[in-house]
């Protein structure tokens, strides 16, 4: 049974660090193929793919915040972090990971998402 | 373009079916993944690869894809089908995800 959870702070101050952890069970990223990606959703808006880390520890960062944005993993705990600096409301949303998969002909899903953090971003 | 375009919102008579569609460059190449969220829960995963379903996925929801459009299509409408349902694919020119901005299913 493979399940993800978010765990972190549910509030931050402008301009600080955020740091969130995924943790897993039911899979192990050293196996090939796997991947962990971070996806968020402000407040009534739509899903945005953040970042992801793959099996082989390659990783992947969204365009427009790669410069905000550190993935890394921790197998020995089955968890993956994500840290994202330089906080504003903008980022007030709700942080879920997910299991990444691209299947045989490059189509990327995701399986299992965890059940999300609401992050809130606010003096 | 990097981007998936959803209509806003559909709505759909009680058993009647409804396709909702997902535009975009990178559908000329790849393929979407659909995702059903409801209300406070976090988005579950109902086709990928096209039109493969999920273990549990009623076999009322489909996808299919013609050049730059995805559709998923729900045969027989369902009450408990009335939710946001999100694309997702690959930019065709970098290997980065894109979500569509979401469409909200109103059941009659």
């Known amino acids: 049974q493979v399940t993800l959870k978010e765990s972190g702070p549910a509030l931050v101050k402008p301009t600080q660090t955020l740091t969130l952890t995924c943790t897993f069970s039911g899979f192990s990223l050293t196996t090939t193929g796997l991947r962990v990606s971070w996806i968020r959703q402000p407040p009534g808006k739509a899903l945005e793919w953040l970042a992801r880390?793959?099996?082989?520890?390659?990783?992947l960062y969204s365009t427009s915040l790669k410069t905000r944005l550190t993935i890394s993993k921790d197998t020995s705990k089955n968890q993956v972090v994500l840290i994202m600096t330089n906080m504003g409301p903008m980022d007030t949303a709700t942080y879920y990971c997910a299991r990444m998969i691209y299947d045989g002909s490059g189509y990327p899903y995701f399986d299992y998402w965890g059940q999300g953090i609401l992050v809130t971003v606010s003096s | 373009s990097s981007e998936l375009t959803q209509d806003p919102a559909v709505s759909v008579a009680l058993g009647q079916t409804v396709k909702i569609t997902c535009q975009g460059d990178?559908?000329?190449?790849?393929?979407a993944s659909w995702y059903q969220q409801k209300p406070g829960q976090a988005p579950i995963l109902i086709i990928y690869?096209?039109?493969s379903r999920p273990s549990g996925i009623p076999d009322r929801f489909s996808g299919s894809g013609s050049g730059n459009t995805a559709s998923l299509t729900i045969t027989g409408a369902q009450a408990e089908d009335e939710a946001d349902y999100y694309c997702?694919?690959?930019?065709?020119?970098?290997?980065?995800?894109?979500f569509g901005g979401g469409t909200k299913l109103t059941v009659l």
């Open positions: 997702n694919s690959r930019d065709s020119g970098v290997n980065h995800v894109l």
């Open positions: 880390i793959d099996w082989d520890d390659d990783k």
């Open positions: 990178s559908l000329i190449n790849y393929y």
């Open positions: 690869s096209k039109n």
